[in-house]
């Protein structure tokens, strides 16, 4: 645990330090490039150029999903916390903690902010945010859990009215099971008096979909190829990023975008800290991230199998994004 010089108005419990880190390039790099479909995990995009690269991203015209979040927040944070009425805000995966705000300024308007518990991976991030937080909100305790937020640990501030907040559609990122997983988690530690607000992209023409993973620029393209430039680092490998492209295609029948890396001509990768080679045929990719879609039905769907009932929804103008806010049955 730590604590800042603002006395105890922050404490971050450092889980990473008691359980292992959620970063294990090596064992994933041979799990996923000896896989008959070959993955990595979407997580190792975001070393300091790739976080920069995806702030980018957000900041493109084709990439609609930040600007009609925060849209929704503009226009119904105060409707948000009305039903609720929380007096802390739990985020996952809080990172700068950006879009978070609007929450909070809706919390302090109806005379209920306690409270701010981040969960990120990052300490670093979680810090900064904290002590931003604080100077802007001078009544505001923040206490934050810096570890892998898909694993089972107490979330802070129990027994006190919470919203819980899983922004940015990263949900769309899991499979399936893997969501009901998160989902179910998280509700076995919420009150009936809680509530979740989720983050989900919709379903759209499949145009609109892939314009915003493969924009006119290249930066989605660059951010992809990072995850190459990451193991040749760390790992020591010696992929050539000029021997792979980026692809983004929507699959209609599974509802998701997938983003693939794809060999340019036949190659043979070697990576040393792991003692692997890998052969390439030209054409054949290595999958990189899912990005899953959901209309209301099947959110709905989603929530009742985590065992949570949704009893709100919000979206943009144009019907692009939306929050979803669920609560224990």
């Known amino acids: 645990m730590s604590e800042s010089a603002h006395g105890r108005r922050i404490v971050l419990h450092n889980r990473l330090e008691e359980r292992e880190s959620p970063f294990r390039l090596a064992e994933d ?63 996952f995966g809080s990172g700068a903690a950006e879009k978070t705000r609007a929450l909070l300024d809706a919390m302090r308007s109806a005379g209920t902010l306690e409270g701010y518990a981040p969960l990120d991976v990052s300490r670093e991030a979680s810090q900064r945010a904290a002590e931003a937080l604080i100077r802007d909100y001078p009544d505001l305790r923040v206490e934050g859990v810096i570890g892998d937020f898909e694993r089972p640990h107490h979330l802070p501030f129990p027994g006190r009215r919470r919203l819980l907040a899983f922004l940015g559609s990263t949900i769309g990122n899991f499979e399936r099971e893997r969501s009901i997983a998160f989902l179910a988690g998280a509700a076995a530690e919420m009150s009936p008096a809680d509530g979740f607000l989720i983050g989900f992209d919709l379903v759209k023409d499949a145009d609109t979909l892939e314009r915003a993973y493969d924009d006119a620029a290249g930066v989605t393209a660059a951010f992809n190829l990072n995850l190459l430039r990451v193991m040749n680092r760390e790992l020591g490998a010696d992929f050539d990023l ?25 190659q ?21 991230e899912l990005s899953h879609k959901y209309t209301r039905a099947s959110v709905d769907a989603l929530l009742r199998r985590s065992g949570l009932a949704l009893c709100d929804w919000f979206t943009d103008e144009r019907q692009r994004f939306a929050l979803a806010l669920a609560r224990l049955p």
């Open 29 to 91: 790099a041979r799990r996923g490039l000896t896989a008959e479909t070959r993955t990595m995990p979407p997580k190792y995009f975001y070393d300091d150029r790739g976080s920069r690269l995806f702030e980018a991203i957000t900041r493109l015209p084709e990439y609609y999903q930040t600007r009609a979040e925060r849209e929704i927040l503009e226009r119904h944070a105060d409707a948000i916390v009305a039903r609720i009425r929380p007096g802390v805000l739990v985020e």
């Open 242 to 266: 000029a021997g792979f492209r980026h692809r983004a295609l929507y699959d209609a029948s599974l509802q998701r975008i997938e983003m693939h890396l794809v060999s340019t001509r036949d």
């Open 268 to 288: 043979t990768v070697h990576i040393p800290a792991i003692d692997l080679t890998v052969q390439f045929a030209e054409g054949e990719s290595i999958r990189t």
